[in-house]
């Protein structure tokens, strides 16, 4: 990727400086995990047994353990290391959970992660086509991202995404998929099918699609997808959320937090509805702040162009 800056009225490249090692980048992600990838950093070089992890993080979204690992060479077996780290973490369930309890200083069980949702993410200045064509398949648990600094110390993380309709199963019955076929007992990667098998009604189907389509027109427009939701993102941070039933979808729009003092989050959302298909929900947290959303329930009645005109709302507040 190359970036200009403006001199003038005339386009200047910005170069590239290059990090000198992987613990510049490293550091780097450890202070800013939350604003990259929206995780909470836990610990780092923990060491597993024979392994040393360069960095352990927390999707708190998930409830699941993320492990970060950074290269500069390009030698590596992307499969090989991220399953093989997969196995590490749960064979080794109790070493992690310590770490967390550390963490959170609060006694944790086995029963409070999800270990399904284990994932790895690889983050390197660049990867080669061996290493990208390694990791296509539709439900690999791993993630690729590629950083890059600037000489104006601008930095840019770009996710390589998965063009392929293969799933990573075909290698678990080759040689030497053993450890794939056991880590795929456990972790599973979930994708849209998964919820569309929950809904029944064919023209809530079609308004879905319609819906899609025009959501993939925004820029910065990314898809989510976990056990619990279709989650949609606009450069990272939450649009909408689809809980799917069987004849309807609920789609919730995070508002924000209202604390125990009574003051709001930054940029606490109001909508503007008038058609009042938004109704409000409240949860409390354990720090006794309050989390507020909309929902609004998709069905075949649904007007997907009010429907877009409320998101919209959202995607401006979001910017």
């Known amino acids: ?16 400086k290059p990090f ?13 995990s939350s604003e990259f990838f929206n995780l909470e950093f836990v610990k780092t070089e923990l060491t597993v047994g024979k392994y040393r992890l360069d960095s352990l993080c927390f999707d708190n979204e998930n409830n699941s353990f993320v492990i970060v690992e950074y290269k500069k060479g390009n030698s590596y077996s992307v499969i090989d290391q991220g399953y093989t780290y997969l196995q590490l973490l749960l064979n080794n ?9 550390h963490h959170w200083n609060k006694v944790l069980k086995q029963s409070d992660v999800d270990w399904s949702q284990s994932r790895i993410i690889f983050i390197s200045q660049s990867f080669n086509s061996y290493q990208k064509d390694s990791v ?18 601008a930095v840019s993380i770009l996710k390589h995404i ?9 290698l678990a019955s080759s040689k030497g998929g053993s450890v794939i076929k056991e880590v795929n007992k456990e972790v599973k990667v979930y994708e849209e099918s998964f919820h569309l098998k929950k809904l029944k009604n ?70 503007d509805d008038p058609k009042n298909l938004a109704k409000e929900n409240e949860w409390t947290w354990k720090s006794g702040d309050k989390g507020n959303q909309y929902r609004i329930q998709f069905d075949q009645d649904t007007d ?3 429907f877009m005109f409320l998101l919209n709302q959202k995607i401006k507040n979001l910017s």
């Not at 998965?162 to 799933?167: D, F, G, H, I, K």
Request: with cysteine; hydrophobic share 30%; proline share 1%.
């Open 202 to 271: 064919n023209k809530v189907k079609e308004k879905w699609e319609v819906l899609k389509n025009k959501l993939n027109e925004k820029e910065g427009l990314t898809t989510k997808i976990t056990q619990q939701y279709v989650k949609f993102e606009i450069d990272g941070k939450g649009l909408v959320y689809c809980n799917f039933r069987s004849a309807y979808i609920h789609a919730d729009v995070i508002r924000g937090t209202v604390k125990t003092d009574g003051s709001k989050s930054k940029k606490f959302f109001n909508l």
């Open 20 to 32: 000198l090692t992987e613990k510049e980048i490293q550091n780097l992600v450890e202070s800013n």
């Open 162 to 170: 998965s063009s392929s309709n293969e799933s990573i199963e075909s």
């Open 304 to 306: 997907v162009d009010y």
């Open 93 to 101: 369930k109790s070493d992690f959970l310590l770490e967390l309890s």
């Open 1 to 16: 990727m190359k970036l200009y800056k403006t001199h003038k009225e005339k386009l200047e490249l910005v170069e590239v």
């Open 136 to 153: 296509n398949f539709k439900n690999l648990p791993f993630e690729l991202y590629e950083i890059k600094r600037f000489e104006n110390n």
